[in-house]
């Protein structure tokens, strides 16, 4: 019944409005469709809505009641910007808003002990209270989550470069964050490579690090990067000691796998990977870009052959990643009983942790738009059609059409008997790829600002990148 590696690879050929889609690297054409516009400013009006205006903090969700989400908060600080950018805000507006956050951070308490902080080494965890900005429950001090806190921070500090008082303090204060913050903290116990957190706790660090091949490749360029506790310049050869085992496909199709789109997506929203290259990608001929291309047409293509003959699934329709699901259910679909799933990480099977039970998030295939866009701009239109999907502030974060079980409750979505399930919530970290990468793909507006921070080249030169637009002298002006 599944796809095997050589079945998969002859699928790949599959045609795309009666051509067929070429596995090498095209030209992006950096202009949308009228429709694509209505896309971006409701997934701009998420952000600008359900923010505490008393804090800048952004839920992780809604509209179930929710608590922040740092990374949340990272995505927000640019969506402001395009918000002014696009006329759908002021810039007077997006500039408060980002400075009430900016100060929020720095002034939320840091400290060891677990309860009455916001964070600890200048790293902030996972979620935090809306209201009051303190950790919330038990949720550890995050690496990566920070890490797109301080990507978003970055991002203000080149965009806002007037000379009034509020822009000048945003720019302090962006420097002071990622100042502050102690990579080497989250090494402490002699390991190589950077733990993925922290918990107060037990005071030890989470036994997984960040190498491999997932969404951590931005921690580790903002973590070498670094004025004041940079890691190690070896770091960069803990995180792709492990590329060996992670290859997939041949030729064309050849790429360094992970499962869900989202570790495709996250470090490219703010690094811009056109034209460098590491020694690694150095070796295999092509860069990261064209990595993330390759893994967003094998994950078109395992949608569209579909071998597991989930209903909804075609060219148009498509898109694995980390997103909202009906539930932890076993239920008969198709004469065999099949599992499906509540929140988790999904992707194709031939992945590394393929995980798919008939679960499309719209922010897979929108957060490729930059990688491939002959293939998302009809997905986005065919999305904007499913029913229940597109709605107040963009799309939800998921659908099953293959879940259309009534007899068990789903509490993350509603279910109809015909159509399937399709998400309650809007999620943060899901919406910013749409609308970052949108901003991408037609001006470099995300990319142009971060290439002018320093840190960022100064990472990716300790880590080996050189080529593209490293070779150039730092831009001044976005």
């Given at each position: 019944?599944?796809?095997?590696?050589?079945?998969?690879?002859?699928?790949?050929?599959?045609?795309?409005?009666?051509?067929?889609?070429?596995?090498?690297?095209?030209?992006?054409?950096?202009?949308?469709?009228?429709?694509?516009?209505?896309?971006?400013?409701?997934?701009?009006?998420?952000?600008?809505?359900?923010?505490?205006?008393?804090?800048?903090?952004?839920?992780?969700?809604?509209?179930?009641?929710?608590?922040?989400?740092?990374?949340?908060?990272?995505?927000?600080?640019?969506?402001?910007?395009?918000?002014?950018?696009?006329?759908?805000?002021?810039?007077?507006?997006?500039?408060?808003?980002?400075?009430?956050?900016?100060?929020?951070?720095?002034?939320?308490?840091?400290?060891?002990?677990?309860?009455?902080?916001?964070?600890?080494?200048?790293?902030?965890?996972?979620?935090?209270?809306?209201?009051?900005?303190?950790?919330?429950?038990?949720?550890?001090?995050?690496?990566?989550?920070?890490?797109?806190?301080?990507?978003?921070?970055?991002?203000?500090?080149?965009?806002?470069?007037?000379?009034?008082?509020?822009?000048?303090?945003?720019?302090?204060?962006?420097?002071?964050?990622?100042?502050?913050?102690?990579?080497?903290?989250?090494?402490?116990?002699?390991?190589?490579?950077?733990?993925?957190?922290?918990?107060?706790?037990?005071?030890?660090?989470?036994?997984?690090?960040?190498?491999?091949?997932?969404?951590?490749?931005?921690?580790?360029?903002?973590?070498?990067?670094?004025?004041?506790?940079?890691?190690?310049?070896?770091?960069?050869?803990?995180?792709?000691?492990?590329?060996?085992?992670?290859?997939?496909?041949?030729?064309?199709?050849?790429?360094?796998?992970?499962?869900?789109?989202?570790?495709?997506?996250?470090?490219?929203?703010?690094?811009?990977?056109?034209?460098?290259?590491?020694?690694?990608?150095?070796?295999?001929?092509?860069?990261?870009?064209?990595?993330?291309?390759?893994?967003?047409?094998?994950?078109?293509?395992?949608?569209?052959?579909?071998?597991?003959?989930?209903?909804?699934?075609?060219?148009?329709?498509?898109?694995?990643?980390?997103?909202?699901?009906?539930?932890?259910?076993?239920?008969?679909?198709?004469?065999?009983?099949?599992?499906?799933?509540?929140?988790?990480?999904?992707?194709?099977?031939?992945?590394?942790?393929?995980?798919?039970?008939?679960?499309?998030a719209p922010t897979a295939a929108l957060g490729s738009l930059p990688f491939a866009p002959e293939i998302v701009i009809p997905t986005a239109e065919a999305f904007t059609k499913q029913p229940r999907l597109f709605d107040r502030y963009g799309f939800k974060d998921s659908?099953?059409?293959?879940?259309?079980?009534?007899?068990?409750?789903?509490?993350?979505?509603?279910?109809?008997?015909?159509?399937?399930?399709?998400?309650?919530?809007?999620?943060?970290?899901?919406?910013?790829?749409?609308?970052?990468?949108?901003?991408?793909?037609?001006?470099?507006?995300?990319?142009?600002?971060?290439?002018?921070?320093?840190?960022?080249?100064?990472?990716?030169?300790?880590?080996?990148?050189?080529?593209?637009?490293?070779?150039?002298?730092?831009?001044?002006?976005?």
């Amino acid at each position: 019944m599944l796809l095997g590696r050589r079945d998969f690879i002859a699928g790949s050929s599959l045609l795309v409005g009666g051509a067929a889609l070429p596995w090498q690297a095209c030209a992006a054409q950096p202009s949308l469709p009228a429709f694509y516009e209505d896309i971006e400013r409701r997934t701009f009006r998420w952000f600008w809505d359900t923010v505490n205006r008393k804090n800048g903090l952004v839920p992780d969700r809604w509209p179930t009641p929710s608590f922040c989400s740092i990374a949340a908060v990272g995505f927000a600080l640019p969506a402001y910007a395009i918000g002014a950018e696009r006329g759908w805000c002021s810039r007077a507006e997006a500039r408060d808003l980002t400075l009430t956050t900016l100060r929020f951070f720095w002034n939320a308490r840091q400290g060891p002990a677990a309860g009455g902080t916001s964070g600890y080494k200048g790293f902030f965890y996972h979620f935090l209270d809306m209201r009051s900005g303190e950790r919330f429950r038990n949720v550890e001090l995050s690496t990566v989550d920070t890490t797109i806190l301080l990507m978003g921070v970055l991002f203000a500090s080149r965009y806002y470069g007037g000379a009034d008082p509020a822009e000048r303090e945003i720019r302090d204060l962006a420097q002071r964050l990622y100042a502050r913050a102690d990579w080497n903290f989250f090494r402490s116990d002699g390991r190589p490579a950077i733990s993925m957190g922290w918990n107060p706790e037990s005071g030890e660090l989470i036994p997984a690090n960040w190498v491999g091949y997932n969404e951590g490749m931005f921690v580790n360029i903002l973590a070498l990067g670094s004025p004041t506790h940079p890691a190690p310049a070896t770091l960069w050869e803990q995180w792709t000691s492990r590329y060996p085992s992670l290859w997939r496909g041949e030729g064309p199709t050849r790429h360094v796998g992970f499962a869900p789109l989202f570790g495709h997506q996250y470090s490219h929203i703010f690094v811009d990977f056109r034209g460098i290259r590491d020694a690694v990608m150095g070796d295999a001929g092509f860069d990261y870009f064209e990595n993330s291309r390759r893994a967003t047409l094998a994950n078109w293509a395992w949608c569209s052959v579909n071998r597991m003959k989930w209903r909804g699934y075609s060219q148009r329709i498509w898109g694995l990643t980390a997103c909202d699901g009906p539930g932890d259910f076993e239920k008969k679909f198709n004469g065999e009983l099949r599992q499906f799933h509540g929140y988790g990480a999904r992707g194709p099977l031939i992945e590394p942790e393929g995980m798919d039970d008939g679960t499309i998030a719209p922010t897979a295939a929108l957060g490729s738009l930059p990688f491939a866009p002959e293939i998302v701009i009809p997905t986005a239109e065919a999305f904007t059609k499913q029913p229940r999907l597109f709605d107040r502030y963009g799309f939800k974060d998921s659908f099953n059409p293959s879940f259309t079980y009534t007899d068990v409750r789903s509490d993350s979505g509603s279910v109809d008997p015909q159509q399937g399930w399709v998400a309650n919530d809007y999620l943060g970290i899901d919406q910013g790829p749409i609308l970052l990468q949108a901003a991408n793909y037609r001006d470099e507006f995300v990319w142009r600002y971060m290439r002018r921070v320093p840190a960022i080249r100064r990472g990716l030169e300790l880590a080996g990148f050189t080529g593209g637009w490293l070779a150039s002298a730092p831009a001044q002006r976005g």
